[in-house]
Each structure stands twice: as structure tokens, then as C-alpha cells.
């Protein structure tokens, strides 16, 4: 997970399925703020379109797999919602109408099109474009 999702939801050592539930609820509840349709919230997470029930698990707190690469994928998505509350600190409505705002930093797509479109790639993209703005 990164530096910034830790500092803004503390440390969740991911090896305990209970922290898993719990991280399973908080990227659940950020989808909901960030009014993703769940098509795009399965690709976010890495998964089969077919896997719809697996996001009704999550709100309820089913464990998110143990894997890399779901552990990363939910770690460069808390830490783009931190960046993004640290960076509009006094506009949660931009914070969370951001990932759908068109971006020259994106050649004029939205976030949540480069996020789907290139994958974990398109994760790492968005964090770094964010982590970046903030070190200016």
C-alpha cells in the first residue's frame, strides 16, 4: 500500500483477512463517493465482469483476495482519493467528481478512463500524476 493511503487510513497489515474486510469496506465506500458504475469498479479491482456478486461481498465485508496485485490495485486507489483530499482540502465535491473530470495530463481523458483503459499501469499513472502535483 502506499505512503500516502497509510497515512490517511493508518496501517492495515493486509495479511489478516479481518484487515482485508476492512479494506474491502473502505474501497466499497470510496466507489460509492466517487459514483463509480460497477462495471468500472470490477476493472478497477482486476476482475471479471461476471464477478458482479463479488462487489455485494466486499460491502459486506467479505475479504478482498490476499493477493499482489489486488493489495496494490487497492492501495493506488486510496492513495489517489488521499492525494485528492489533501489537494482540494476545501472541496470534498471536486474530490469526489475528479475521477470523472477530463485532464489534459491525460491527453483530455477523464482518470477513471485512464485508470480502466491501461490497467494497474493506469492506476500507477494517476497516483504518480497526483503524488507529484503535491510535491510542487
Given at each position: 500500500?502506499?505512503?500516502?493511503?497509510?497515512?490517511?487510513?493508518?496501517?492495515?497489515?493486509p495479511t489478516t483477512k479481518e484487515n482485508r474486510s476492512k479494506l474491502a469496506k473502505m474501497i466499497m465506500r470510496l466507489f460509492e463517493h466517487w459514483d463509480i458504475p460497477v462495471a468500472d469498479q470490477l476493472e478497477?479491482?482486476?476482475?471479471?465482469?461476471?464477478?458482479?456478486?463479488?462487489?455485494?461481498?466486499?460491502?459486506?465485508?467479505?475479504?478482498?483476495?490476499?493477493?499482489?496485485?489486488?493489495?496494490?490495485?487497492?492501495?493506488?486507489?486510496?492513495?489517489?482519493?488521499?492525494?485528492?483530499?489533501?489537494?482540494?482540502?476545501?472541496?470534498?465535491?471536486?474530490?469526489?467528481?475528479?475521477?470523472?473530470?477530463?485532464?489534459?495530463?491525460?491527453?483530455?481523458?477523464?482518470?477513471?478512463?485512464?485508470?480502466?483503459?491501461?490497467?494497474?499501469?493506469?492506476?500507477?499513472?494517476?497516483?504518480?500524476?497526483?503524488?507529484?502535483?503535491?510535491?510542487?
Open positions: 500500500m502506499t505512503q500516502a493511503a497509510l497515512r490517511e487510513y493508518g496501517f492495515v497489515d478497477l479491482l482486476g476482475q471479471s465482469p461476471k464477478s458482479r456478486n463479488l462487489l455485494g461481498k466486499y460491502r459486506k465485508g467479505e475479504p478482498l483476495p490476499a493477493g499482489r496485485d489486488s493489495m496494490d490495485r487497492v492501495g493506488y486507489l486510496l492513495s489517489i482519493h488521499s492525494s485528492l483530499q489533501t489537494l482540494f482540502p476545501e472541496n470534498p465535491n471536486l474530490v469526489y467528481k475528479w475521477p470523472h473530470v477530463r485532464n489534459q495530463a491525460f491527453a483530455g481523458r477523464t482518470p477513471l478512463e485512464v485508470m480502466k483503459e491501461e490497467g494497474h499501469l493506469g492506476l500507477i499513472k494517476v497516483a504518480w500524476h497526483l503524488q507529484t502535483r503535491l510535491s510542487r
